[in-house]
C-alpha cells in the first residue's frame, strides 16, 4: 500500500479505510471543521465528501 507523507501530515490506507495523519503540524490540520492535533486526535478515517483543511487551503476526499 501506498504511504505518503509530507512536511506536516500524511495519509495512507489502514483496513480499507483512508487515513489521514497529523504529523506534528504548527497549526493543525482539520477535517471537516475538528482540528487534528494533540495525543487523542492525530488521525482520522476520511470519507466520501469530507472537507481536509490545511491552512488556508481546502480540499474534499474522492474516493476512486
Same mark, same amino acid.
Given at each position: 500500500?501506498?504511504?505518503?507523507?509530507?512536511?506536516?501530515?500524511?495519509?495512507? #490506507?489502514?483496513?480499507?479505510? =483512508?487515513?489521514? %495523519?497529523?504529523l506534528?503540524s504548527?497549526? @493543525?490540520?482539520?477535517?471537516?471543521?475538528? !482540528?487534528?492535533?494533540?495525543? #487523542?486526535?492525530?488521525?482520522? =478515517?476520511?470519507? %466520501?465528501?469530507?472537507?481536509?483543511?490545511? @491552512?488556508?487551503?481546502?480540499?474534499?476526499? !474522492?474516493q476512486?
Amino acid at each position: 500500500e501506498r504511504v505518503t507523507y509530507y512536511t506536516s501530515f500524511g495519509y495512507y #490506507k489502514e483496513d480499507g479505510n =483512508v487515513c489521514c %495523519e497529523d504529523l506534528d503540524s504548527t497549526n @493543525g490540520i482539520k477535517i471537516n471543521g475538528v !482540528k487534528l492535533n494533540g495525543k #487523542k486526535n492525530k488521525k482520522a =478515517v476520511l470519507k %466520501e465528501g469530507d472537507c481536509i483543511k490545511i @491552512g488556508l487551503e481546502e480540499f474534499y476526499f !474522492k474516493q476512486d
